[in-house]
Each structure stands twice: as structure tokens, then as C-alpha cells.
T-cell receptor
Framework: GNSVTQMEGPVTLSEEAFLTINCTYT??????LFWYVQYPGEGLQLLLK?????DKGSNKGFEATYRKETTSFHLEKGSVQVSDSAVYFC???????????FGTGTSLTVIP | NAGVTQTPKFQVLKTGQSMTLQCAQD?????MYWYRQDPGMGLRLIYY???????DKGEVPNGYNVSRLNKREFSLRLESAAPSQTSVYFC?????????????FGSGTRLTVV
């Protein structure tokens, strides 16, 4: 079946540090991959996505590359800010786009 | 602003009470979803509706019912609330257009059952 595994949190970083949040997936066929961000008290917002192997999704300084050979979609940012403090969810959509599968979320806190 | 609107934002129920969570989207999306979010468990799908007039069970449907009232609205009903249903509930919609899909989420309903 389809599933997503992402690194356990919480993660605490100093401002301007490099961020990596690992995400691996199990899926049949050719899923699409997503990162969502949830700020305190809000719903999830789409951060970036990639719909085929080797695609790189990017937004607001965040990047993730769809690696089919390692079934991974790790989230990276070169220099985090306090405003990046949030919970990050990795997700996949099955090939037919009928259902999303979410990871358990990784909480990030950035301290000044 | 276009998006997904959920009501209410907060609710406290007593065990055994019933209530309906409302969700409406104005993006002309065909597919709509109800998720619950619990600490350490991420999001779990309760029910979804692939199109107007259809609904299907997700991962955790027990204790819930849904109605796809029209293309815009998708409601979630708790007939007899239990403390285990204390959670944050999110509604989402999805365009399903190839290359353009991705969920749009509402801001959530925080439900406490005492």
C-alpha cells in the first residue's frame, strides 16, 4: 500500500541554520509528492510539490527533489528564519489522484 | 478570498450529544475530504467525496456520517459524540486537474468532547 514516513521531531534550529527534514515513501505506480506547512492555529497550506521523478519543487526558499531511486522527497532550506517555525507534513497522492497519504508531521522551531 | 470555509472553529460537546461540522468551498472543486488530526498521528481520512452525489469511507469512518449537499458543501456529522472524537477536524478540497492538484484546507474545527 501507500505510505509516507518522515523524520520524528521536534526539530530546533538557530536562525540562519540549514534545514533538512527527511521524507521517504512507499507507493505503487507514479505518485505525486507534496510538502504542506501548518502554522499554529491554522490549516495546512501547500508549500511545494513534484509530480514526476527528478522534478524539484520549490517555494519560499524551500526545495525538495523527487528521487524515485531512493523513494525520497527530503525538504531543505539553506537559511531558516523564525517565521519558518511550523509543522511540516510530507504527503503523496496516488497515481490516480484519488487519495492523499500524509506523514505524521515534523515540528520545527527556529530560535533567534 | 477563495478557499475552504469551516464552521464552527471551536466546539465543546457532552458525551452523547450530536453536531454537524460544516464545510464549503468556492473553487468549483469536485473532490472534498474530511480529516482528523491528533497528536503524533498526523492526519487521518474520515470520509471523502470524489464528486457531487458520492461519498466513500476513509481510514477512520466509525462514529461519523457525511453529506455532500451540493458541489460546494460537504458536512460531517457526529450522531453521538464520544471523548475519543476529541480532535481537530479539517475539511479539504481538490481540483483533480492533471498537474494542478493539491489540497486546499480549511482552518479547522477544534472539537472537545467531555
Amino acid at each position: 500500500g501507500n505510505s509516507v514516513t518522515q523524520m520524528e521531531g521536534p526539530v530546533t534550529l538557530s536562525e540562519e541554520a540549514f534545514l533538512t527534514i527527511n521524507c521517504t515513501y512507499t507507493a505503487t505506480g507514479y505518485p505525486s509528492l507534496f510538502w504542506y506547512v501548518q502554522y499554529p492555529g491554522e490549516g495546512l497550506q501547500l508549500l511545494l510539490k513534484a509530480t514526476k521523478a527528478d522534478d524539484k519543487g520549490s517555494n519560499k526558499g524551500f526545495e525538495a527533489t523527487y528521487r524515485k531511486e531512493t523513494t525520497s522527497f527530503h525538504l531543505e532550506k539553506g537559511s531558516v528564519q523564525v517565521s519558518d517555525s511550523a509543522v511540516y507534513f510530507c504527503a503523496l497522492s496516488d497515481q490516480a489522484g484519488n487519495q492523499f497519504y500524509f506523514g505524521t508531521g515534523t515540528s520545527l522551531t527556529v530560535i533567534p | 478570498n477563495a478557499g475552504v470555509t469551516q464552521t464552527p472553529k471551536f466546539q465543546v460537546l457532552k458525551t452523547g450529544q450530536s453536531m454537524t461540522l460544516q464545510c464549503a468551498q468556492d473553487m468549483n472543486h469536485n473532490s472534498m475530504y474530511w480529516y482528523r488530526q491528533d497528536p503524533g498521528m498526523g492526519l487521518r481520512l474520515i470520509y471523502y467525496s470524489a464528486s457531487e452525489g458520492t461519498t466513500d469511507k476513509g481510514e477512520v469512518p466509525n462514529g461519523y456520517n457525511v453529506s455532500r449537499l451540493n458541489k460546494r458543501e460537504f458536512s460531517l456529522r457526529l450522531e453521538s459524540a464520544a471523548p475519543s472524537q476529541t480532535s481537530v477536524y479539517f475539511c479539504a478540497s481538490d481540483s483533480k486537474r492533471a498537474g494542478d492538484y493539491g489540497y486546499t484546507f480549511g482552518s479547522g474545527t477544534r472539537l472537545t468532547v467531555v
